[in-house]
């Protein structure tokens, strides 16, 4: 072997293979602060957007904002929305979409509903829904999956569908379980904690579980590998069909979660549940950081953008504008992140 | 004499009428890199998916390490220590080099959870084994920021991950610049020196001609040539016998091609 034939995998920086051999492998990274910057960029460049946008809300309106009840008000409903919007980016980074998950929201409450009316333990009523949900996302997703459709216009025909169901069953009739707030399931998933409303604990809770299994477990590798190259994980030997399902699991699970908390906090179910929740979920996933192409994405991001979608509407109506104020400052939040994303994370090809 | 890690005897494959393979012979031995040069159409792809059991052929003989082998399929293929790299679309690129060296095949404890530091660990040593160390890009390197040459050394690492003992490379070198393919060159003599072995797919006859200790030359099917590095001078006399092979009769070239023709016999 001559010598002269072996590349210098070292001269791009002017080193010699004498004092690299056997070196351990370098890099701008092994700062720890610069490399937790680089690898959190996208949820870093949300938590910005986040604090400016707070920031110009507070000087519009000090007192408000300096008021414990605006941000309790948030944190009663937030919960519900990070249920899904965290298991969605998971379904954006597989390189699919889920526009169905609000039917299952309402599906699954609705089995929670029942089973509370029916007098057995809401713990009972959880569970029930909970299965519900998987039931539902294994459904959505076979479809997709196994039918070969396509995710955009599958699930929100699915979404269509179970609403439709849901609607003609109940004749938009909704249910009432008063007996609830005696419950134990209350006390533990719907109170408050030295005034602080406790859902937002499990909701953090759920946000770190998910971010660990996004980025320190064989599931989220394999979400990320499916999304970026499905022919390599094939070749890999990953079955990318079964990925592609658990995604779409995890999303109902989610949801029957997100469900269930949204009626323990009204104590009323209405089969319009969960409605209302397609736009600012989807808009939290993509504010939050994680791409629309597949590959990658971001938990934590997501979880921010949920936060800073959800400070939109208060925030406005606090800051002293009208209501015809929400709309324009969601779209405005949106484009700016989106700007801001493009030119902080490049696509690899 | 090396040990043979796989042998084709006599492999025909037909589609219908349509003869792409026509009783072809091939074995790679321990630790030697075999170049597979062919134009376009002369059967090196089907060769490949025959090798690595996607397709199955219509007559002939497969054997490992000396014993025939029956059902023959893309499992026995990977029992037998056989792994393609394809040119493109082999790696996730918006991926870090960890994890496409471990893509499928997770190191995980207790329910899945990744072992990184494990991971991080083993994929520091596997570069490091096929001589694809750097001081700009770590295992935690994102495979999208890497050169072409340096994905081939990210899926050759893959490879040898898996155990392999014959790397079958489908033009590796055909879209690199002559620096990369210096690189890929350089990790493939590395995966040599330990021991492994490596079809080296080409339609580039200087590139073949540079890295292999064994040339085939494919024709429409049929090896056209076998030669060893010791029997053919130069890659002149390589792409003259092409160029006869290609235009037989009467063209210049006719006479080298006569003599490199007889060592294939």
Same mark, same amino acid.
């Given at each position: 072997m001559s010598k002269t034939m072996e590349p210098d995998l070292q001269s791009p920086l002017g080193g010699t293979h004498g004092e690299t051999a056997g070196k351990e492998w370098r890099h701008p990274s092994d700062n720890w602060l610069r490399g937790f910057i680089l690898d959190n960029r996208a949820a870093l460049g949300t938590l910005a957007v986040f604090i400016v946008m707070m920031a110009v809300f507070m000087i519009a309106n000090p007192v408000v904002f300096t008021t414990w009840y605006l941000y309790s008000s948030v944190l009663t409903t937030l919960p519900v929305a990070l249920f899904v919007v965290v298991p969605l980016v998971f379904v954006v980074t597989c390189g699919e979409i889920d526009l169905s998950f609000p039917a299952t929201m309402g599906f699954a409450s609705w089995v929670f509903a029942l089973v509370v009316q029916a007098g057995y333990d809401p713990f009972l009523g959880i569970a029930a829904a909970m299965v519900t949900g998987m039931l539902l996302g294994f459904l959505v997703g076979s479809l997709v999956v196994y039918g070969g459709l396509s995710s955009l216009i599958a699930t929100l025909g699915m979404n269509f569908l179970l609403r439709g169901l849901i609607q003609i069953i109940n004749e938009g009739r909704s249910t009432a379980l008063t007996g609830l707030a005696d419950s134990w399931a209350y006390k533990i998933f719907s109170s408050q904690l030295y005034g602080i409303p406790v859902q937002i604990f499990w909701a953090i809770g759920f946000v770190?579980?998910? %971010? /660990?299994?996004?980025?320190?477990?064989?599931?989220? %590798?394999?979400?990320? =590998?499916? +999304? !970026?190259?499905? !022919?390599? %994980?094939?070749?890999?030997?990953?079955?990318?069909?079964?990925?592609?399902?658990?995604?779409?699991?995890? =999303? #109902?699970? #989610?949801?029957?979660?997100?469900?269930?908390?949204?009626?323990?906090?009204?104590?009323?179910?209405?089969?319009?549940?969960? !409605?209302?929740?397609?736009?600012?979920?989807?808009?939290? =996933?993509?504010?939050?950081?994680?791409?629309?192409?597949?590959?990658?994405?971001?938990?934590?991001? +997501?979880?921010?953008?949920?936060?800073?979608?959800? *400070?939109?509407?208060?925030?406005? =109506?606090?800051?002293?504008?009208?209501?015809?104020?929400?709309? *324009?400052?969601? #779209?405005?939040?949106?484009?700016?992140? /989106?700007?801001?994303?493009?030119?902080?994370?490049?696509?690899?090809? | 004499m090396a040990e043979r890690i796989i042998e084709l005897r006599d492999i025909s494959k037909s589609y219908g009428q349509v003869y792409a393979l026509g009783g072809v012979n091939l074995s790679v031995d321990r630790g030697e890199v075999v170049g597979l040069i062919g134009d376009n159409g002369a059967g090196k792809s089907t060769l490949i998916k025959i090798l690595s059991g996607v397709v199955k052929p219509t007559s002939g003989e497969i054997l490992v390490r000396g014993k025939p082998v029956t059902g023959w399929s893309p499992a026995r293929s990977r029992d037998a220590g056989i792994e393609t790299v394809f040119q493109d679309r082999a790696l996730a690129v918006q991926q870090t080099i960890v994890r496409n060296i471990f893509m499928g095949r997770e190191l995980t404890s207790w329910l899945g959870w990744l072992k990184v530091n494990k991971e991080i660990a083993e994929a520091s040593r596997l570069m490091r084994e096929i001589g694809f160390t750097s001081k700009v890009f770590t295992p935690q390197s994102i495979v999208g920021q890497l050169s072409g040459g340096e994905r081939q050394g990210v899926a050759i690492a893959r490879a040898i991950y898996k155990k392999a003992e014959l790397i079958v490379l489908d033009e590796p070198t055909t879209a690199l610049s002559l620096t990369e393919t210096a690189k890929v060159f350089h990790f493939v003599r590395q995966v040599r020196a330990s021991g492994r072995s490596i079809l080296f797919i080409g339609h580039n006859i200087h590139h073949v001609f540079d890295i292999a200790d064994r040339f085939v030359v494919l024709d429409r099917g049929k090896v056209a040539l076998t030669a060893d590095r010791s029997e053919v001078k130069s890659a002149e006399d390589l792409i003259n016998f092409m160029e006869d092979v290609a235009h037989p009769s009467g063209l210049p070239g006719l006479h080298d091609a006569g003599d490199a023709g007889r060592a294939a016999r």
């Amino acid at each position: 072997m001559s010598k002269t034939m072996e590349p210098d995998l070292q001269s791009p920086l002017g080193g010699t293979h004498g004092e690299t051999a056997g070196k351990e492998w370098r890099h701008p990274s092994d700062n720890w602060l610069r490399g937790f910057i680089l690898d959190n960029r996208a949820a870093l460049g949300t938590l910005a957007v986040f604090i400016v946008m707070m920031a110009v809300f507070m000087i519009a309106n000090p007192v408000v904002f300096t008021t414990w009840y605006l941000y309790s008000s948030v944190l009663t409903t937030l919960p519900v929305a990070l249920f899904v919007v965290v298991p969605l980016v998971f379904v954006v980074t597989c390189g699919e979409i889920d526009l169905s998950f609000p039917a299952t929201m309402g599906f699954a409450s609705w089995v929670f509903a029942l089973v509370v009316q029916a007098g057995y333990d809401p713990f009972l009523g959880i569970a029930a829904a909970m299965v519900t949900g998987m039931l539902l996302g294994f459904l959505v997703g076979s479809l997709v999956v196994y039918g070969g459709l396509s995710s955009l216009i599958a699930t929100l025909g699915m979404n269509f569908l179970l609403r439709g169901l849901i609607q003609i069953i109940n004749e938009g009739r909704s249910t009432a379980l008063t007996g609830l707030a005696d419950s134990w399931a209350y006390k533990i998933f719907s109170s408050q904690l030295y005034g602080i409303p406790v859902q937002i604990f499990w909701a953090i809770g759920f946000v770190v579980l998910s %971010a /660990l299994l996004y980025n320190r477990h064989r599931f989220g %590798a394999q979400v990320k =590998v499916v +999304g !970026d190259n499905p !022919d390599s %994980a094939q070749q890999m030997g990953i079955d990318v069909k079964r990925v592609r399902v658990k995604v779409f699991v995890f =999303v #109902g699970i #989610g949801a029957a979660i997100a469900g269930t908390f949204s009626v323990m906090i009204n104590f009323t179910w209405w089969p319009t549940a969960g !409605d209302g929740y397609l736009l600012p979920v989807l808009a939290s =996933v993509f504010v939050g950081g994680t791409p629309t192409w597949g590959g990658i994405g971001t938990v934590v991001g +997501g979880a921010i953008g949920a936060v800073t979608v959800s *400070f939109i509407q208060t925030g406005v =109506v606090a800051a002293g504008l009208s209501g015809f104020y929400v709309q *324009f400052f969601n #779209g405005l939040i949106i484009i700016l992140s /989106l700007l801001g994303h493009k030119w902080n994370q490049a696509r690899y090809r | 004499m090396a040990e043979r890690i796989i042998e084709l005897r006599d492999i025909s494959k037909s589609y219908g009428q349509v003869y792409a393979l026509g009783g072809v012979n091939l074995s790679v031995d321990r630790g030697e890199v075999v170049g597979l040069i062919g134009d376009n159409g002369a059967g090196k792809s089907t060769l490949i998916k025959i090798l690595s059991g996607v397709v199955k052929p219509t007559s002939g003989e497969i054997l490992v390490r000396g014993k025939p082998v029956t059902g023959w399929s893309p499992a026995r293929s990977r029992d037998a220590g056989i792994e393609t790299v394809f040119q493109d679309r082999a790696l996730a690129v918006q991926q870090t080099i960890v994890r496409n060296i471990f893509m499928g095949r997770e190191l995980t404890s207790w329910l899945g959870w990744l072992k990184v530091n494990k991971e991080i660990a083993e994929a520091s040593r596997l570069m490091r084994e096929i001589g694809f160390t750097s001081k700009v890009f770590t295992p935690q390197s994102i495979v999208g920021q890497l050169s072409g040459g340096e994905r081939q050394g990210v899926a050759i690492a893959r490879a040898i991950y898996k155990k392999a003992e014959l790397i079958v490379l489908d033009e590796p070198t055909t879209a690199l610049s002559l620096t990369e393919t210096a690189k890929v060159f350089h990790f493939v003599r590395q995966v040599r020196a330990s021991g492994r072995s490596i079809l080296f797919i080409g339609h580039n006859i200087h590139h073949v001609f540079d890295i292999a200790d064994r040339f085939v030359v494919l024709d429409r099917g049929k090896v056209a040539l076998t030669a060893d590095r010791s029997e053919v001078k130069s890659a002149e006399d390589l792409i003259n016998f092409m160029e006869d092979v290609a235009h037989p009769s009467g063209l210049p070239g006719l006479h080298d091609a006569g003599d490199a023709g007889r060592a294939a016999r």
